[in-house]
């Protein structure tokens, strides 16, 4: 179930990119989330069970999280892109048998049992 991200890159302040994660096998929920430099890693967004989804204060309005039909890959939509969303995304799995709160999962409270290696985002001003 190793998650396998891609499609980071650099980019201007304003511009778009569309991350990418690759799962064997269906999961429950999945979620992205970043290691901005000098901070800890904090959630991005996450998607439950039910196609449900939440998002941190700063990727709402200007990220979208969703997965294919198969829910075996998961997408991050990043549009209005800023210096201050420069960082590694990381993609996160979990079969979520629990039911986790999705708020649970975006604090770090809950811990994920899969996760990738990270793909760099870099915005320039």
């Known amino acids: 179930v190793q998650p396998v991200e891609s499609g980071g890159g650099s980019v201007q302040s304003g511009g778009s990119l569309r991350l990418s994660c690759e799962v064997s096998y269906w999961n429950h929920c999945m979620g992205w989330f970043r290691q901005v430099e000098g901070k800890g890693r904090e959630g991005v967004a996450v998607i439950g069970v039910d196609g449900k989804t939440t998002y941190a204060p700063s990727a709402r309005g200007r990220f979208t999280i969703s997965q294919n039909g198969a829910k075996t890959t998961l997408y991050l939509q990043m549009s209005d892109l800023k210096p201050e969303d420069t960082g590694m995304y990381f993609c996160?799995?979990?079969?979520?048998?629990?039911?986790?709160?999705?708020?649970?999962?975006?604090?770090?409270?809950?811990?994920?049992?899969?996760w990738g290696k990270g793909t760099r985002v870099t915005v320039s001003s």
């Open positions: 996160a799995a979990d079969y979520c048998l629990s039911r986790p709160p999705l708020e649970r999962m975006l604090r770090g409270d809950y811990a994920m049992d899969y």
